[in-house]
């Protein structure tokens, strides 16, 4: 029985042993339990959406950082699953745990920032203290800039987050009430309900949205150090 709107996030455990492994790897049983190699309708429609997307995904990037491409889509595709399947009834949504969403946002800007370095470092450092600076500001104007490019991660895996917690939290509250008014206002519980309905549809679009901003502010960070 869930006590509280928050306890749907909390990791289960089965045997004393947390799930959250099995849910990470569901993607990667649907991939390798799905023959790829039949042509229909299903797989011609995926070939396009993921031929599509990464067009787009890699266009703001130049013909150097196109090699990153299956990384970033197979980091969308992974995100894109597990913000969908989250919403299926009796399931566990691992993207609303901070802890993950930042194991995911912490290597990909670090990735970022060292190719940077490696192929460009005068560049690199050069975005750090603008042109034109003060003396007196210097220190302070590479403070702040470092801060900034710190700040990065925690922003990516903050949104993720807060986004999908504030969907699942929202949909949990209108279910409730729809529940609470179904036996003494039976109409109001209607036009509820049907509110739930395009709360799942708007739910459905953030987690995909989402996953799609994550990866497309990676790659515009990529953009900036090739």
Known sequence: MIL????????PNLLGIPLMIPALSFPLIVWFTTNRFIQNRYSAIQS???????????QPIGTTGHK??????????TLM??????????TFTPTTQLS??????????LMTILIGLRNQPTASLVHLL????????????ILIETVSLLIRPIALGVRLTANLTAGHL?????STAVFTLLNTMTLTASMTLIVLVLLTCLE?????????????LLTLYLQENI
Do not use: H, R
Not at 4 to 11: A, G, K
Not at 49 to 56: A, N, P, V
Not at 130 to 141: A, K, Q, R, V, Y
């Open 48 to 58: 396009f959406l993921t031929f599509y997307i990464t067009k787009q995904m890699m």
């Open 81 to 90: 699953l597990l913000n969908t399947l989250g919403l299926l009834p009796y």
């Open 4 to 11: 509280s709107f928050f306890d749907q996030f909390s990791i």
């Open 130 to 141: 603008p042109e034109g600076t003060p003396t007196l500001l210097i220190p302070m104007l």
């Open 170 to 174: 929202l949909i949990q509250l209108t």
């Open 100 to 109: 993950m969403n930042m194991a995911l946002a912490i290597p990909t800007c």
């Open 204 to 216: 459905m679009a953030v987690a995909l949205i989402q996953a799609y901003v994550f990866v497309l």
């Open 68 to 77: 990153w491409a299956s990384t970033f889509m197979t980091l969308m595709l």
